[in-house]
């Protein structure tokens, strides 16, 4: 049977069909802002928004509304400072929206927290700064980290995505976790994370850009991945995977579909994608300009992530997918 004739029939096209895309692979990005009161649209991202600690409960009540089984939180406290205190406080702002969320919507959905520091520090860097290394200090923001998941446990998450790239950081957060009572929750490692261009939006949403200073680079380099590397990038992986990862990554996703269909063939572990938000604003902008259309992109676009291999997605389109998902 020649399958070309095929493609040319919509419902024998669905027959042969490879890959789908359905609102169980979605997850989407929730920002929440100390003190603030309703939302704020983030201008980088059009149709994204921070939200007040009351409001982001709505949000997360359409994405259950609309079939998303999943939200994965991102803090923005008021009092930032060299370590990242309000991360480290059973008070602090993720743990309260944890408790909030929890509260409110019991099991009706996932709640995802990313365990970082940036958006926490004054300085915009995932952790405590050695300034002789002119760097993140290694050792001690792994000692922090754990005593983040812990919070982040107690507190009620579902599963632990720690973003900042430490070395070792899957070994010691699941000895921390398993040796405090919280072996049964999951970690989803940032386990390949490029040091990329297409983070610029990300940072006016959480408002985390690096500072830069006489002893630190305005950027992230010393620890996030260079852009060029396809072997160590399997190889991040294939190490988070062996220090106790239930599900690996690939950060960015649109420029680094070769890094997602590599790691998927050496992983039987779940493999999650980050629809970053360069890519989401990129795909925006060309809507706003009538350039392309923005539904079929969109769904292209993140179709493309589903036949590299995802198996699940973090995007900021999660919600427009969804609805048309139906």
Avoid at 49 to 60: M, N, T
Wanted: proline share 3%; charged share 25%; glycine share 8%.
């Amino acid at each position: 049977m020649n399958l070309r004739r095929l493609r040319l029939n919509g419902n024998l096209r669905d027959l042969v069909r490879e890959n789908y895309l359905t609102k169980n692979d979605l997850i989407m990005p929730v920002f929440i802002k100390e003190g603030l009161e309703g939302k704020n649209e983030i201008k980088s991202m059009p149709g994204i928004y921070q939200y007040g600690e009351k409001e982001f409960l709505d949000e997360i009540a359409e994405c259950i509304e609309l079939g998303i089984k999943a939200v994965i939180l991102f803090g923005i406290p008021k009092l930032k400072d060299s370590c990242g205190s309000d991360a480290l406080d059973e008070e602090g702002l993720i743990a309260r929206s944890v408790r909030a969320a929890k509260e409110a919507f019991g099991d009706k959905i996932a709640i995802i927290t990313d365990l970082c520091f940036c958006e926490f520090t004054d300085h915009g860097h995932c952790g405590i700064i050695n300034p002789k290394l002119k760097t993140v200090d290694n050792a001690a923001t792994l000692e922090i980290s754990v005593k983040q998941a812990l919070v982040h446990a107690k507190a009620g998450a579902d599963m632990i995505a720690p973003s900042g790239m430490m070395d070792g950081i899957i070994k010691a957060l699941r000895s921390g976790l398993d040796k405090n009572g919280f072996s049964h929750i999951p970690i989803m490692s940032y386990s390949t994370k490029f040091a990329s261009a297409f983070y610029g939006p990300f940072r006016d949403a959480a408002e985390s850009a690096p500072v830069e200073s006489e002893y630190l680079p305005k950027n992230r380099k010393t620890y996030q991945m260079d852009i060029a590397n396809s072997r160590e990038a399997l190889l991040e992986s294939i190490i988070d995977e062996n220090e106790g990862a239930d599900i690996l990554m690939v950060k960015p996703a649109l420029a680094f579909m070769d890094i997602i269909k590599e790691v998927k063939q050496n992983t039987l572990k779940p493999l999650c994608v980050y629809n970053v938000s360069g890519e989401y604003s990129m795909v925006k902008a060309a809507e706003m300009n009538g350039w392309m259309n923005y539904e079929t992109l969109m769904m292209e676009i993140l179709t493309s992530f589903k036949r590299a291999g995802a198996d699940m997605i973090i995007t900021y389109h999660s919600k427009d997918a969804a609805r048309i998902l139906g």
